[in-house]
């Protein structure tokens, strides 16, 4: 008599990236938020400031190059490699290139992010810093796109 083990495949759980993107993927079905957004460029850097009012989560792009994230003020819980953190600013974080974040600003905040860049306009940055993403609902300068506000 031979004893016969039976194989169940299962399900791989799901990874940060997915879990993202499914809440983009749900999140585009809600009212949508445009944060007040604004453009810097110094010596080779590129800062963008954002400000979110509280209770607003928000799904960013990928960026192809590592940069600094800030949580200028404010408290926000922000997606992570383990896991969602919850920060209050200021706060400082190191952002590794094909980073895909959910922020939600539980009270009102200011991010910041800084690139290294020699290029001048927020068009030509985002060609060279961000990953093309036709599900995203911000189009360049995080204007929000004109289909999902329909």
Not at 4 to 29: F, H, K
Not at 115 to 135: C, G
């Amino acid at each position: 008599m031979t004893d016969t083990v039976e194989v169940v495949e299962q399900e791989r759980p799901l990874d940060m990236r997915d879990r993202v993107l499914a809440l983009q993927s749900a999140l585009v079905q809600m009212p949508q938020y445009e944060p007040v957004t604004e453009h810097y460029f110094h010596g080779g850097m590129y800062c963008r400031k954002m400000f979110s009012h509280a209770d607003v989560t928000m799904v960013g792009k990928v960026h192809k190059k590592e940069h600094f994230f800030m949580v200028v003020s404010g408290t926000a819980a922000i997606t992570t490699d383990d896991g969602v953190q919850v920060i209050t600013g200021p706060q400082l974080f190191c952002s590794k290139p094909d980073t895909k974040r959910v922020v939600y600003s539980v009270t009102d905040v200011i991010y910041m992010t800084v690139h290294r860049t020699d290029n001048m306009t927020v068009e030509s940055v985002e060609e060279e810093l961000v990953e093309h993403d036709p599900t995203s609902m911000f189009t360049v300068g995080n204007k929000l796109k004109s289909e999902v506000l329909k």
